[in-house]
T-cell receptor, first 113, second 108 residues
Framework: GAGVSQTPSNKVTEKGKYVELRCDPI?????LYWYRQSLGQGPEFLIY????????DSGLPNDRFFAVRPEGSVSTLKIQRTERGDSAVYLC???????????FGPGTRLTVL | DAKTTQPTSMDCAEGRAANLPCNHS???????VYWYRQIHSQGPQYIIH???NNETNEMASLIITEDRKSSTLILPHATLRDTAVYYC?????????FGSGTKLNVKP
């Protein structure tokens, strides 16, 4: 079956702009996670959803970052007033339920000029 | 949050066993040890996980010490395709803290 997909694969934007990154989890997976990975570092937890609700958003770096999952499937990570420091690969993962093995998507590479 | 310590990099000859160590001395009794790997430019891939007992699957074996303060991931017959960054993670309330991992270089 299809794995986790993320769009776009690459996004280049200018400082101060708004961006949206999309994640399509594996069908039937109730838990969805967002991570950020900077060059040479391991993925850093941002937020995870159980169903439609954000169960833990403690990893979001500041209030410019926001994520939604309105119907409990697709999720969108939204970044306002982008800064150069936001440049990274944004990874999405899903699991059948909380605590199960996480399946990762290929990531979206965000570059803020 | 339980923290893990891994060597930055390791080399392994193709066809030989690769043994990747991980220290997690502050692990709590109900926290699992997970291993993921990340091949260049791809998302992390699940390998194996365990709580107390040693575990084996088609990809690898996981050996956890009796005091649970360290573990070793074993790839029994490493191939060039196993070259990747390997992350040892202590699973805590659904948050995965990846750390910097071990870069395994499998050489012909």
């Amino acid at each position: 079956g299809a794995g986790v997909s993320q769009t776009p694969s690459n996004k280049v934007t200018e400082k101060g702009k708004y961006v949206e990154l999309r994640c399509d989890p594996i069908s039937g997976h109730t838990a969805l996670y967002w991570y950020r990975q900077s060059l040479g570092q391991g993925p850093e937890f941002l937020i995870y959803f159980q169903g439609t609700g954000a169960a833990d958003d403690s990893g979001l770096p500041n209030d410019r970052f926001f994520a939604v999952r309105p119907e409990g499937s697709v999720s969108t990570l939204k970044i306002q007033r982008t800064e150069r420091g936001d440049s990274a690969v944004y990874l999405c993962a899903s699991s059948l339920s909380m605590g199960d093995e996480q399946f990762f998507g290929p990531g979206t590479r965000l570059t803020v000029l | 949050d339980a923290k893990t310590t891994q060597p930055t990099s390791m080399d392994c000859a193709e066809g030989r066993a690769a043994n990747l160590p991980c220290n997690h001395s502050t692990i709590s009794g109900n926290e699992y040890v997970y291993w993921y790997r990340q091949i260049h430019s791809q998302g992390p891939q699940y390998i194996i996980h365990g709580l107390k007992n040693n575990e084996t699957n088609e990809m690898a074996s996981l050996i956890i010490t009796e005091d649970r303060k360290s573990s070793t991931l074993i790839l029994p017959h490493a191939t060039l395709r196993d070259t990747a960054v390997y992350y040892c993670i202590v699973y805590n309330f659904n948050k995965f803290y990846f750390g910097s991992g071990t870069k395994l270089n499998v050489k012909p």
